[in-house]
């Protein structure tokens, strides 16, 4: 499975980006895709999840009611929307892939076998 993560860019406190990943090599239902972010000087951290099958998903509770993932199977391609973004959304973002997880260890970084290349995000106060 390949991921190729874009979208990211400069922007102002309260303003939006959306990222993109496309996912690719496999037989995608079966997966489920996250969005994780590294701040600077810090550990890698979950931001959001979706299963390609069903479309359920979840989000850390820090973006809650600003971020939003969604996914577009004929695309394949997974979008997190972020609104209202704040200086500490500063990071660089990462798109997952895993085909072996359960909803509660979504957020661990380590159920995670694929990666993208990570897309820097900047918000500027």
């Known amino acids: 499975v390949q991921l190729q993560a874009s979208g990211g860019g400069l922007v102002q406190a309260g303003g939006s980006l959306r990222l993109s990943c496309v996912v690719s090599?496999?037989?995608?239902?079966?997966?489920?895709v996250a969005w994780f972010r590294q701040p600077p000087g810090k550990e890698r951290e979950f931001v959001a999840a979706?299963?390609?099958?069903?479309?359920?998903?979840d989000s850390a509770d820090s973006v809650k009611g600003r971020f939003t993932i969604s996914r577009d199977n004929a695309k394949n391609t997974v979008a997190l929307q972020m609104n209202s973004l704040k200086p500490e959304d500063t990071a660089v973002y990462y798109c997952?892939?895993?085909?072996?997880?359960?909803?509660?260890?979504?957020?661990?970084?380590?159920?995670?076998?694929?990666w993208g290349q990570g897309t820097q995000v900047t918000v500027s106060s």
């Open positions: 997952a892939a895993s085909s072996r997880i359960i909803r509660s260890s979504w957020y661990r970084v380590d159920q995670y076998a694929y």
């Open positions: 979706i299963k390609l099958a069903g479309g359920n998903t």
């Open positions: 090599g496999d037989t995608l239902s079966r997966y489920t």
